[in-house]
């Protein structure tokens, strides 16, 4: 019988200080051994053709993944370390395509940037509260609809067109959203919304993660997805995986228990990992 302290643990979602992460990826990689995790991936911001705080610079990039490979040759007796980037999908201007020639080991698809502001700056509907507020003032003339619509089809675009392997916190444009503050997640249009794009992602090869940072940083009562987009999700077999989108060396298992006990409390039966065989399923028991 297998226990808790046996199962392939995992994380394949965390930023270090190549992005907006705190402390060197080595710090990740031997926090990730102390915790007798299984596999451990790196996915930091990618590069974005404007200037932002937490982008990687295009500069860093051959950096990033000579260090990356130094750690997986360095601690491959101790666990199995991988090379992913968290690429930002930006309608009409870069997707995951432009890293190909990194040779990433896995790629994760994120929509974070949702048109610009008059003064040309683009603009980050996860930046905080009150810039969000800005957004959807200045960009979408205060309509949350029209807002949200915009960012589920944007993540649509993206697992059409890019087919990333795994996408990040797929309903994240409820960030700051908690006590229902800007819309409603039981109301239909927003449903409707959220189970158009599960048809896609279940049709599509693409893994969905359950993201633990929302409820780490007390910005969320639910992980990203919530639990309704979870039951979904279910009902669709769409693929999960389990993320903590660490910052921090101390968190490269935040939460991921359990994100486990909820996903086998609604009766998935497996998740996915990925290790040199790709990614595929293993029992969640
Ligand atoms: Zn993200
Ligand atoms: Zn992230």
Redesign the pocket.
């Known amino acids: 019988m297998s226990t808790a302290n046996n199962f392939k643990w995992t994380n394949y979602?965390?930023?270090t200080n190549f992005s907006d992460g705190k402390g060197e990826p080595e710090l990740y990689a031997l926090s990730a051994i102390k915790h007798k995790m299984y596999a451990y991936g790196f996915?930091c911001?990618s590069p974005v053709p404007f200037d932002t705080c937490w982008n990687m610079n295009y500069e860093s990039l051959l950096d990033y993944r000579r260090e990356i490979n130094r750690l997986k040759k360095k601690y491959a007796d101790q666990i199995k370390l991988f090379l992913g980037m968290?690429i930002d999908y930006i309608k009409n201007l870069v997707g995951l395509s432009r890293f190909k020639m990194l040779g990433l080991d896995y790629t994760?698809g994120?929509v974070h940037f949702l048109g610009y502001f008059e003064d040309g700056e683009a603009w980050d509907h996860s930046g905080g509260k009150p810039v969000y507020e800005r957004g959807l003032k200045e960009i979408f003339g205060n309509d949350i609809k029209k807002l949200v619509k915009y960012y589920y089809e944007q993540v649509n675009d993206m697992v059409l067109k890019e087919k990333p392997d795994v996408i990040?916190?797929m309903d994240m444009i409820k960030k700051y959203n908690k006590g229902n503050y800007f819309f409603n997640e039981n109301e239909k249009w927003y449903k409707d919304l959220v189970y158009e794009t599960l048809e896609l992602i279940s049709k599509s090869n693409s893994i969905a993660e359950i993201n633990t940072?929302g409820v780490l940083k007390g910005l969320e009562d639910e992980f990203y997805p919530s639990n309704f987009v979870i039951d979904k999700c279910k009902e669709l077999n769409i693929k999960l995986c389990m993320n903590s989108?660490a910052h921090n060396s101390k968190d490269v298992m935040a939460l991921i228990p359990e994100a486990r006990a909820l996903l086998k409390e609604k009766g998935y039966k497996e998740v996915f990992i990925f290790d040199e065989q790709g990614w595929h399923p293993i029992g969640i028991e």
Do not use: K, N, Q
Request: proline share 0%; charged share 25%; no cysteine.
């Open positions: 979602h965390s930023h996915s911001h968290e994760i994120a990040a916190h940072r989108d």
